[in-house]
Nanobody, 123 residues
Framework: QVQLVESGGGLVQPGGSLRLSCAAS????????MGWYRQAPGKQRELVAA???????NYADSVKGRFTISRDNAKNTVYLQMNSLKPEDTAVYYC?????????????????WGQGTQVTVSS
């Protein structure tokens, strides 16, 4: 079992920035790729960014050029730097993991969902 704890959300004005963190603990040997997801009210949860064990990255078109995902394997932590935030980025953000980048993109995450962290972009 892997436990995931997200943090760093908050209220920010349009154009602002936030940095989310996700700390993993437990059976971390099972973690390959890690991803950040978000779910806005009334919408399905979507994958916005993923990073492989070798730090290759992949982004949803809606966040390309604005969000940056990174991981610190020594700290078992993955980050999401979010810049130029828009109101449509408002959502609860979650992290999860897969056995590989291909796996997380095609089969979905394999971990349990945490509580997430709320990001609200509003003036």
């Amino acid at each position: 079992q892997v436990q995931l704890v997200e943090s760093g959300g908050g209220l920010v004005q349009p154009g602002g920035s936030l940095r989310l963190s996700c700390a993993a603990s437990g059976s971390i040997f099972s973690i390959g790729a890690m991803g950040w997801y978000r779910q806005a009210p009334g919408k399905q949860r979507e994958l916005v960014a993923a990073v492989s064990s070798g730090s290759l990255t992949n982004y949803a078109d809606s966040v390309k050029g604005r969000f940056t995902i990174s991981r610190d394997n020594a700290k078992n932590t993955v980050y999401l730097q979010m810049n130029s935030l828009k109101p449509e980025d408002t959502a609860v953000y979650y992290c999860n993991y897969g056995s590989s980048m291909r796996g997380i993109k095609t089969l979905g995450p394999i971990g349990s969902w945490g509580q997430g962290t709320q990001v609200t972009v509003s003036s």
